[in-house]
């Protein structure tokens, strides 16, 4: 009997298809929701229909239908049960993914590839392969590298080592967060590659770059070099640093090493860290047997200087900046960006030493990112953004001053860092909470500004609570801290252990993540005496009718745009715990503020169109009428359909209805809203279909369309409403329609 566990990922996700779809599915449909010939899909149903006979389910193909499943509920519902449990790792591999494996599989070989190897490993058809080698193509070109593809030949990569050594590293970045990297170290150092997913994940790739030296060895000369240089590295640096000797090493071992000009290296030998990186060649050369060359001792300097710190080993020494052996132009800097941070936020942080400090440490390896172009990733940047709106402008407001000095921009991800230590400040200033009693140890793994800025709200959020320890996770791993005291771990990375209770929380510490820690406090309190007779403190706090506000400011200036105008008043006045009540002195929530649906859906943005053939066209066609509107760009309509093809068709959200988005980012001008009416239908692969009603929202935030998605709701409870829209012919009297229903 045939397993339905022998299936291949792409034919099990055909399966769920049909298990999901309640009319046949035609093979072309089929060929563009993965992305292979129609010849593909047909040896995939070949194979599928073989191990239906097992479960005594028919696969019917009918000529210019399409394909279904023909069984009873019983046995379709064995087989789905059988396909949600195994899915989790059986399933196609998305355009982003096989064009990392494409990638690490180019960086990693020495011969030229053949195109058939493409298409076995990745299971696609050639045309397939094609496409995706375009895109690699266009990634390459970023890092000056060339794809260099000869008929009867193969392909291959042609560039400089070091361009080949950051494309490796940005496949890293791009591909893997600091957990799911330190994570994977510590498996190819046991050499526990258990997950499944990694059988065909660009991590097993990586393993065949790396994975047959020896981790440890390594991880023992950056322990040495940290010691040597004073400063404990931030986990995702030090993860980094691994990998990056590893590379090298490895790319030594095949004769491949990098070239720097003499001004460079000169330049390089003039700091302190070249010394521990001379130390550190040797150290590799005595292990693993290889020749460092100069320009590699070089190279090595540079991660020296451009590694992220956790701490100073002797940080804590530090009473104050003048404590510190720091260059003096250092400290005036940052001094200057604190200044313009305090002007900008109209808030007192000069006197915070240890944000002073703090921040003086986090620049000097900052200043060497941007001097030799080291780019450095800040996973939390979008959230930073989000929650510290305000503080991120003073950020970024204060890099202007790194950026003059250095005459070098300044990205989102370094400003996202200098937030973080400003943020930290204003918590802490804003705290009054006495030291609590419940014996905590944090785990963190980016860096002083999230390990201050986490342990400061967990300070000013719980009073029971006493923050005793500040580790990384790799320290924890190798057992070198004495944690036989501590009643809880608050961790920012996966972890398990079995001394203690563990909570992984976000180092922003969300809502949820405050719930669940309260909750353990709670229980804790029976077992452990603590203090009664804290000081509560408690902060006044004023309200304002936002419509009062915005009358007095329309008396005294020309408003052009009274909806943007009190969208900002609302953050600004939020940001500041100020409530915001109504007329009837209710308090507003931040949902109230948004234009509603016929606001944003005019006559200019509505189109019918009878001729669509299919979901792709549908989603350009809509996207083309907000294009023509310039409310988004040309890659909003891109991520769009790249959504719809990695995550299937869950933007079909009633009957007949569908709602189109991607993330203000990915290229929104300005908040608009688009419907494409197709009386015909056109086909999704949902449930659903046919979707005769296409909306698309281009929001500007994740909050300021609330009102229009109230009205869009209205709309699609009006299953006669939805019928009446489909059979116009002209958007205006859609619109006529939508004002006297809605």
């Known amino acids: 009997m045939t397993s339905y566990q022998s299936l291949k990922p792409r034919v099990a996700q055909i399966l769920k298809t049909l298990l999901q779809s309640k009319q046949a599915v035609p093979i072309k449909k089929l060929a563009e929701k993965f992305d292979v010939s129609s010849r593909t899909i047909r040896y995939d149903l070949d194979d599928l229909e073989d191990s239906l006979a097992n479960y005594d389910v028919t696969l019917v193909r009918k000529p210019h239908v399409g394909i279904f499943l023909d069984s009873t509920e019983e046995k379709l519902k064995e087989v789905a049960t059988e396909l ?6 059986q399933r196609v591999l998305s355009p982003q993914e096989r064009k990392y494996l494409i990638l690490l599989k180019l960086l990693r070989s020495d ?35 060339e794809l260099i593809r000869k008929t009867n030949y193969g392909i291959e990569l042609a560039g400089d080592e070091m361009n080949i050594r950051h494309a490796m590293t940005a496949v890293l970045e791009e591909t893997a967060d600091e957990e799911e990297l330190i994570s994977f170290l510590s498996q190819i150092q046991k050499k526990t590659l258990e997950d499944k997913r990694l059988e065909t994940g660009f991590l097993t790739e990586l393993d065949k770059l790396v994975g047959d030296l020896n981790l440890a060895k390594i991880e023992d000369i950056v322990a040495w070099a940290e010691k040597e240089l004073g400063f404990q590295l931030a986990d995702g640096a030090y993860a980094g640093l691994l990998v990056h000797l590893g590379l090298a090493i490895s790319r030594l071992l095949a004769g491949k090493d990098i070239e720097l000009s003499e001004e460079r290296r000169a330049l390089l030998q003039e700091s302190p860290e070249y010394d521990v990186a001379q130390e550190v060649g040797e150290m590799i050369e005595e292990v693993f047997e290889v020749e460092v060359p100069i320009s590699e001792i070089a190279f090595i300097t540079l991660h020296l200087m451009g590694a992220k710190l956790r701490q100073h080993w002797d940080q804590a020494e530090y009473d104050d900046l003048a404590d510190t052996d720091l260059p003096p132009e250092l400290i005036m800097m940052t001094k200057e960006m604190v200044e313009v941070a305090e002007d900008y936020l109209d808030i007192r942080l000069s006197d915070d ?64 860092f200098l937030a973080m230590h400003l943020g930290a400040a204003i918590e802490r200033r804003n705290s009054n909470q006495d030291f609590p009693r419940l014996r905590v140890a944090l785990v963190c793994s980016s860096g002083i500004g999230t390990t201050n800025l986490l342990a400061t709200k967990l300070k000013k959020e719980f009073s029971d609570i006493e923050i005793v320890e500040i580790l990384s996770a790799f320290e924890l791993r190798q057992g070198e801290v004495d944690l036989d005291e501590i009643d809880l771990l608050i961790t920012t990375v996966g972890l398990e ?39 509560q403190t408690t902060v006044a706090k004023h309200s304002i009718n936002l419509e009062t506000l915005l009358k007095i400011i329309e008396r005294k200036a020309d408003v052009k745009d009274k909806i943007a105008l009190k969208k900002d008043l609302y953050d600004f006045l939020t940001e500041r715990e100020i409530d915001i009540i109504d007329k009837g002195g209710n308090q507003q929530e931040a949902e109230e503020v948004g234009p509603e649906l016929l606001e944003l859906l005019t006559a200019d943005t509505i189109k019918i169109n009878s001729e669509v053939s299919n979901w792709q066209q549908a989603v350009e066609e809509t996207g083309g009428i907000l294009l023509n509107q310039d409310s988004i760009t040309d890659n909003y309509i891109k991520e769009s359909l790249e959504s719809i093809n990695n995550q299937g068709p869950y933007v ?9 988005h991607a ?52 709309l699609i409870d009006n299953r006669q409403l939805v019928d009446k829209i489909t059979s116009f012919d002209n958007p205006e009297s859609i619109i006529a329609k939508l004002k006297d229903m809605i």
């Open 497 to 535: 252990v079995d001394f203690c209770s563990v909570l992984e929380v976000n180092p922003l510490l969300s809502d949820s993540d405050k719930k669940r820690i309260q909750e353990f406090i709670e229980q804790k309190k029976s077992d452990y005496s603590f203090d009664s007779g804290k000081k």
């Open 353 to 416: 030493e240890q944000l002073m400090l703090g921040l003086a440490l986090h620049l000097k390896p900052t200043i060497n990112r941007l001097k030799y172009d080291l780019p450095l990733k800040n996973p939390l940047v979008v959230d930073v953004k989000e929650k510290y709106g305000e503080v991120f402008a003073a950020a970024k407001r204060a890099a202007k001053i790194l950026q003059s000095e250095l005459q070098k921009p300044v990205g989102q991800d370094e400003i996202g």
């Open 652 to 660: 079909v959200i009633a009957p007949g209805v569908s709602l189109l």
């Open 84 to 89: 949600v449990d195994l899915h989790s790792y």
């Open 663 to 714: 993330k203000p980012e990915a290229g929104v001008l300005k908040q608009d809203m688009a419907l494409l009416v197709v009386p015909s239908g056109v086909e999704f692969g949902h449930k659903n279909d046919p979707v005769k009603l296409i909306f698309m929202l281009a929001p500007i935030d994740k909050s300021s369309h609330y009102n229009a998605m109230v009205d869009l709701l209205k």
């Open 111 to 145: 011969e030229p590839i053949i195109i058939k190897q493409l298409e076995a490993m990745l299971e696609v058809s050639n045309s397939t392969v094609i496409k995706d080698l375009n895109k690699v193509e266009a990634w390459l070109e970023e890092y000056d590298l």
